[in-house]
């Protein structure tokens, strides 16, 4: 099973960063900015007509055989670029999510209070072509208290097992569109660590990488590859 790991491509809410080095005024599921939209469709152009920077095959595309996403709207939105390129389906797979769930701050207390992120009624207006594979109900998908760091490595075991549950042993090709925050743990998890704090590995926004779990081994190919966008549509 080969597996390719894609940072959802720029959103709002790092586009304010960027600006400001501030979280002030963060959105709880920001939307792509203006350049997040336009790497989003560079990606997915790449993954329809480019080829696996590693092969030797010109082969073009990506034999992508399936396509997930994590229930963020930045993740989803990226995903649905590459889902139309392709014309192959998006589906949710909610613990790919980022670190700390839905959450807004409150300015006054400090406090991470959860937020319920996008509604059924909301998928079904916005990207009618999403399979929600039931984590998505008509209150939300979240609903509950933020996602403290302990629980994130127990989160990415979790996902580690399930995708080897679902694709291991088999010749599936899957990509995920998921998170930087997230993509650490799920390092931890693949490399059977408990953690790997306080190192961290960058992941530019429509940032690829690649792992082959194989029989005996789990190789990591390549890591954040975005040598396919123009170096002024990059950004962290």
Not at 27 to 41: C, F, H, N, P, Y
Not at 56 to 71: D, E
Not at 77 to 104: F, N, R
Not at 193 to 199: A, M
Request: glycine share 8%.
């Amino acid at each position: 099973m080969r597996l390719y790991f894609i940072r959802h491509a720029q959103s709002e809410n790092n586009a304010l960063y960027e600006r400001t080095g501030s979280e002030n005024g963060r959105s709880d599921d920001a939307r792509l900015s203006e350049l997040g939209k336009v790497q989003a469709q560079h990606l997915a152009e790449f993954i329809m007509n480019g080829f696996d920077p590693t092969e030797k095959s010109n082969g073009k595309g990506f034999a992508f055989t399936h396509i997930y996403c994590s229930p963020m709207y930045r993740a989803i939105a990226t995903g649905t670029y590459i889902s139309q390129a392709l014309g192959q389906p998006l589906k949710v797979w909610k613990d790919w999510h980022e670190c700390g769930g839905m959450y807004l701050t409150n300015p006054i207390t400090g406090k991470k209070e959860p937020r319920p992120g996008i509604t059924l009624t909301q998928v079904r207006e916005w990207f009618p072509e999403l399979l929600t594979e039931g984590y998505i109900k008509e209150d939300g998908w979240w609903n509950r208290p933020f996602e403290e760091d302990g629980e994130r490595d127990v989160r990415a075991r979790r996902v580690l097992k399930e995708l080897l549950s679902r694709h291991g042993g088999t010749d599936d090709c899957v990509a995920v569109v998921s998170h930087a925050g997230f993509y650490v743990h799920f390092l931890t998890a693949v490399m059977g660590l408990e953690s790997l704090r306080p190192l961290w590995f960058r992941m530019h926004n429509a940032g690829i990488s690649r792992f082959d779990f194989e029989t005996e081994n789990t190789v990591l190919v390549f890591h954040n590859f975005v040598s396919y966008l123009p170096p002024d549509l990059r950004s962290v």
